[in-house]
C-alpha cells in the first residue's frame, strides 16, 4: 500500500465530533462568564475552544457528510439567532425616533433605559457568544435528536 | 429513508467503524446512516453500493 501523508482515516473524523463537544462546552462556559465573571485563564481556553466549530466550517477537511449535515444545523440557529438580533435593532433604531421626541415631551428615564438596553444589544462580546451559543446548540439538538430517535427506532 | 446498511454490514461482521474507514466516513455517520437520520449524499451512496457490489436501490429504499 502506498504511503499517503496527511491521510484522513476514521479516528480523524470521530475525533471532530470530540473538538466539537469541546466547543460547546466552551460555549457554555463563556455564556455562563457574562453573568458570573470567572478566571481570566478560564475565560481565555474557553474562547480558544469556541473557535472550533465556526473554523471547522470554514476550514475543515476532516468533517464529513454527516457532521457538515449538524453543521448546518449550527448555522441556520446562528442565522435565526442573528436574523432576530438586527430585527430588535431595527425595532430600537425606530424606537430611538420616538424616544427623542417623548424625551422632548417628557422626562429622561426613558431615554436611560433604551440607552441601557442598547449598549447591552451593542457589546460586540455579548453578541458573538451569543450567535456562538445558538451555533452550538443548533450543533447538539441536531445530534441529540438523532440519538433519541435512533434509540426509540430500536 | 430506510436502507439495508445494518444487515449488510452484520453479514460481513464488520463494526460500525470498520465500515467508517471503508467509506472514508466517521462511526456518527454510518450509525446516522443505519438508523435512517441521515441520508447519504450520492457519491457515498454510490461507496456503499461499490463497497457492498450492489446497486444503490437494493440498499436504499425511499418507499419503505
Not at chain 1, 433605559?113 to 451569543?130: P, Y
Not at chain 2, 430506510?2 to 470498520?18: F, G, M
Not at chain 2, 466516513?25 to 463497497?51: M, W, Y
Request: aromatic share 12%.
Amino acid at each position: 500500500m502506498p504511503y499517503k501523508p496527511n491521510t484522513v482515516g476514521e479516528r480523524e473524523r470521530s475525533n471532530q465530533f470530540v473538538v466539537l463537544w469541546f466547543s460547546v462546552g466552551g460555549a457554555v462556559f463563556s455564556f455562563a462568564n457574562l453573568f458570573i465573571g470567572m478566571d481570566n485563564m478560564l475565560s481565555a481556553v474557553a474562547f480558544g475552544s469556541m473557535a472550533g466549530g465556526p473554523l471547522s466550517v470554514a476550514f475543515g477537511t476532516h468533517a464529513d457528510e454527516y457532521l457538515q449535515s449538524l453543521l448546518k444545523t449550527g448555522l441556520r440557529w446562528m442565522s435565526a439567532v442573528l436574523g432576530v438580533y438586527l430585527v430588535a435593532l431595527f425595532i430600537l433604531a425606530s424606537g430611538d425616533v420616538a424616544n427623542e421626541l417623548g424625551y422632548a415631551f417628557g422626562g429622561g428615564g426613558a431615554q436611560r433605559e433604551a440607552v441601557g438596553i442598547e449598549a447591552l444589544a451593542m457589546n460586540g462580546l455579548t453578541v458573538a457568544i451569543a450567535l456562538t451559543l445558538a451555533f452550538y446548540a443548533g450543533f447538539a439538538f441536531q445530534w441529540l435528536r438523532d440519538r433519541w430517535d435512533a434509540s426509540e427506532d430500536e | 429513508m430506510k436502507n439495508r446498511l445494518k444487515v449488510l454490514r452484520a453479514e460481513r461482521d464488520w463494526s460500525q467503524a470498520e465500515l467508517a474507514g471503508r467509506l472514508d466516513v466517521s462511526r456518527q455517520a454510518v450509525n446516522a446512516i443505519e438508523t435512517g437520520k441521515h441520508d447519504p449524499s450520492l457519491p457515498l451512496a454510490f461507496r456503499i453500493a461499490r463497497l457492498f457490489d450492489m446497486r444503490i436501490e437494493e440498499i436504499f429504499d425511499d418507499e419503505l
